[in-house]
């Protein structure tokens, strides 16, 4: 019966060179043992259950035995494909099984069109579905599509685009896929995979690394197709990775794009472990940022105006969002200060109305580092202007301990200057270059005092020695008598003290400064004396 239904099997008998032919090599059978051994009760007219899952494989198989109807009426070719056409692709699960099935059935299952008609049905069917759900949940063909591999599961998709499909059809689609496959690195939009211990050079890195990148390449080109935080995780998953350059670019675009509606918890899914527990990766959160900035002042300068002085509302969001961020990773040691700093400076100066915000992530940062110096913190807090703190701010920082003594004088002098004038905050705002240069000038004056209260500690020291000694007084008459001779005196460490103590005036230059006034007593006319007569 074999030769009678294959004539491939009947081509082996007759080209054979033995007389007692008892074997034929059909190792290349698609399907193997299993599907041979169906074809075969074919054959011999026992009863067997065709499938959706096993109907491609026999259609190859009938391919590969040339069992058509030219060598045997109502053969198994012609039966499998009926059955094709009648049962298994007359609805999107069976399509989708018949899909599935011929992954391990290439290249005979490209060749018999039985891939690309099942991508054309389920396409066709997805697209019904998802316009007019039949079942509940309404998305439960995601979860049925999720079962292919990443080749067929991408040509679904292809076609999808093709066809016009929805771009939330889509987006579904690749959202399930992505959780199925990469469940251990993308889990409920949360960032908490499991940690994995797996090597970069693993088979399961490489498996995932090769699906990261093709997800990518599937995703739509609209900016707000996919939800902000999926995004962010599949970037994390690819840094993780390790995945290609162009793929870690693309999502950082993605995400620019739409970053005015990140929140603080998606730029964090960014930056820390899977653990939690250190900083992963800032570079991308950098770039990020950047690009957005970037494609912000491009729009103001293509519409003629200042970016230093006018930024749109989605900056100023954006603002918000980045002092937030760094007050939330701020408290790890492991940040230095050109990382926080150069995430800071990202955002235009004009972007932030007040300074509140990024004043308290400084001040976080400063608690959680507490062995820094004077320079350095100085360093950490050049990122915000103490000028543009609200009231109850510049109140705090005015008592801070942690903040160095420049940003203290800063906020102490504005507060004193609008006490002052009794100029409205919007007026004292105008004036910020001025007070800039006098708290400067104020500056350099607690320096040179604090110089002047080491020399005076000095000269108490000096004093109880000469004390001790007993020989204060002779050494210093000594030094006076010799001091009147010829030649210019030599300064002594008093004079030293009181021309210091002449330059710290309290009231040079201000209301009460005497140095113009003229003086009561006017030399050039003689004093008018009383005279007595005895």
Same mark, same amino acid.
Request: overall charge neutral; some cysteine.
């Given at each position: 019966m074999l030769v009678a239904k294959s004539n491939r099997i009947r081509q082996l008998i007759l080209e054979s060179d033995e007389p007692d032919l008892t074997r034929?090599?059909?190792?290349?059978?698609?399907?193997?043992?299993?599907?041979?051994?169906?074809?075969?009760?074919?054959?011999?007219?026992?009863?067997?259950?065709?499938t959706v899952h096993n109907v491609a494989a026999l259609r190859c198989a009938a391919e590969y035995l040339q069992m058509t109807d030219k060598y045997c009426e109502n053969n198994l070719t012609g039966r499998t494909e009926g059955f094709l056409t009648q049962v298994a692709l007359s609805s999107l699960s069976g399509a989708i099984a018949v899909l599935k099935s011929c992954e391990d059935l290439t290249p005979i299952a490209e060749e018999l069109k039985i891939v690309q008609r099942c991508v054309e049905v389920v396409t066709s069917k997805v697209t019904i579905e998802a316009n007019f759900p039949s079942r509940s949940p309404t998305n439960w063909w995601t979860e049925e599509l999720s079962i292919l591999d990443i080749d067929f599961f991408g040509r679904v998709i292809t076609s999808m685009k093709q066809r016009a499909s929805k771009t939330l059809t889509v987006s579904s689609a690749i959202v399930t896929y992505a959780e199925r496959w990469l469940r251990d690195l993308i889990r409920d939009h949360s960032g908490a995979g499991t940690k994995s211990l797996e090597s970069d050079d693993s088979d399961i890195r490489i498996r995932q690394r090769e699906l990261i990148q093709?997800?990518?390449?599937?995703?739509?080109?609209?900016?707000?197709?996919?939800?902000?935080?999926?995004i962010c995780c599949l970037l994390r998953s690819a840094t993780f990775v390790k995945a290609s350059t162009a793929t870690k670019n693309e999502l950082e675009k993605r995400i620019s794009a739409i970053l005015e509606h990140v929140t603080v918890d998606d730029l964090l899914v960014l930056s820390f472990t899977y653990d939690g527990e250190r900083l992963f990766d800032l570079e991308s959160v950098r770039r990020i940022i950047s690009g957005?900035?970037?494609?912000?002042?491009?729009?103001?300068?293509?519409?003629?105006?200042?970016?230093?002085?006018?930024? @749109?509302?989605?900056?100023?969001?954006? +603002?918000?969002?980045?002092? *937030?961020?760094?007050? %939330?990773?701020?408290?790890?040691?492991? $940040?230095?200060?050109?990382?926080?700093?150069?995430?800071?400076?990202?955002?235009?100066?004009?972007?932030?109305?007040?300074?509140?915000?990024?004043?308290?992530?400084?001040?976080?940062?400063?608690?959680?580092?507490?062995?820094l110096d004077e320079i350095e913190r100085e360093k950490v807090c050049s990122v915000m202007d103490a000028l543009k703190l609200s009231y109850e701010a510049r109140l705090h920082?005015?008592?801070?301990?942690?903040l160095p003594v420049q940003i203290v004088l800063h906020a102490l002098y504005f507060d004193q200057l609008k006490l002052r004038s009794g100029e409205d905050e919007n007026d004292m705002q105008m004036d910020a270059? @001025?007070?800039?240069?006098?708290?400067? +000038?104020?500056?350099?004056? *607690?320096?040179?005092? %604090?110089?002047?209260?080491?020399?005076? $500690?000095?000269?108490?020291?000096?004093?109880?020695?000469?004390?001790?000694?007993?020989?204060?007084?002779?050494?210093s008459a000594a030094t006076t008598s010799?001091?009147?001779?010829?030649?210019?005196r030599k300064p002594t460490f008093f004079s030293?003290?009181?021309?210091?103590?002449?330059?710290?005036?309290?009231?040079?230059?201000?209301?009460?400064?005497?140095?113009?006034?003229?003086?009561?007593?006017?030399?050039t006319k003689p004093r008018r004396r009383r005279f007595s007569i005895s």
């Amino acid at each position: 019966m074999l030769v009678a239904k294959s004539n491939r099997i009947r081509q082996l008998i007759l080209e054979s060179d033995e007389p007692d032919l008892t074997r034929i090599d059909l190792s290349n059978i698609p399907g193997g043992p299993e599907t041979f051994e169906k074809a075969a009760k074919f054959c011999y007219g026992v009863n067997f259950e065709i499938t959706v899952h096993n109907v491609a494989a026999l259609r190859c198989a009938a391919e590969y035995l040339q069992m058509t109807d030219k060598y045997c009426e109502n053969n198994l070719t012609g039966r499998t494909e009926g059955f094709l056409t009648q049962v298994a692709l007359s609805s999107l699960s069976g399509a989708i099984a018949v899909l599935k099935s011929c992954e391990d059935l290439t290249p005979i299952a490209e060749e018999l069109k039985i891939v690309q008609r099942c991508v054309e049905v389920v396409t066709s069917k997805v697209t019904i579905e998802a316009n007019f759900p039949s079942r509940s949940p309404t998305n439960w063909w995601t979860e049925e599509l999720s079962i292919l591999d990443i080749d067929f599961f991408g040509r679904v998709i292809t076609s999808m685009k093709q066809r016009a499909s929805k771009t939330l059809t889509v987006s579904s689609a690749i959202v399930t896929y992505a959780e199925r496959w990469l469940r251990d690195l993308i889990r409920d939009h949360s960032g908490a995979g499991t940690k994995s211990l797996e090597s970069d050079d693993s088979d399961i890195r490489i498996r995932q690394r090769e699906l990261i990148q093709s997800i990518v390449a599937l995703l739509p080109s609209e900016k707000a197709a996919l939800p902000i935080n999926f995004i962010c995780c599949l970037l994390r998953s690819a840094t993780f990775v390790k995945a290609s350059t162009a793929t870690k670019n693309e999502l950082e675009k993605r995400i620019s794009a739409i970053l005015e509606h990140v929140t603080v918890d998606d730029l964090l899914v960014l930056s820390f472990t899977y653990d939690g527990e250190r900083l992963f990766d800032l570079e991308s959160v950098r770039r990020i940022i950047s690009g957005f900035a970037e494609r912000e002042k491009s729009v103001a300068v293509f519409n003629a105006g200042d970016f230093r002085e006018v930024c @749109s509302a989605a900056m100023l969001r954006v +603002a918000k969002t980045v002092d *937030a961020y760094l007050g %939330e990773i701020a408290t790890c040691t492991e $940040l230095s200060i050109s990382k926080f700093n150069g995430i800071a400076v990202l955002v235009p100066k004009g972007a932030r109305k007040v300074d509140d915000d990024l004043y308290r992530a400084v001040d976080i940062y400063l608690k959680a580092h507490p062995n820094l110096d004077e320079i350095e913190r100085e360093k950490v807090c050049s990122v915000m202007d103490a000028l543009k703190l609200s009231y109850e701010a510049r109140l705090h920082a005015s008592q801070n301990k942690r903040l160095p003594v420049q940003i203290v004088l800063h906020a102490l002098y504005f507060d004193q200057l609008k006490l002052r004038s009794g100029e409205d905050e919007n007026d004292m705002q105008m004036d910020a270059v @001025s007070t800039r240069n006098q708290v400067q +000038a104020d500056v350099s004056l *607690a320096k040179e005092n %604090e110089a002047l209260r080491t020399e005076l $500690l000095k000269m108490k020291m000096y004093i109880s020695d000469i004390k001790k000694t007993g020989s204060g007084v002779g050494a210093s008459a000594a030094t006076t008598s010799s001091g009147k001779g010829g030649g210019p005196r030599k300064p002594t460490f008093f004079s030293s003290v009181s021309k210091k103590l002449g330059k710290l005036n309290p009231f040079k230059n201000g209301s009460k400064d005497t140095s113009n006034i003229d003086d009561c007593v006017d030399v050039t006319k003689p004093r008018r004396r009383r005279f007595s007569i005895s």
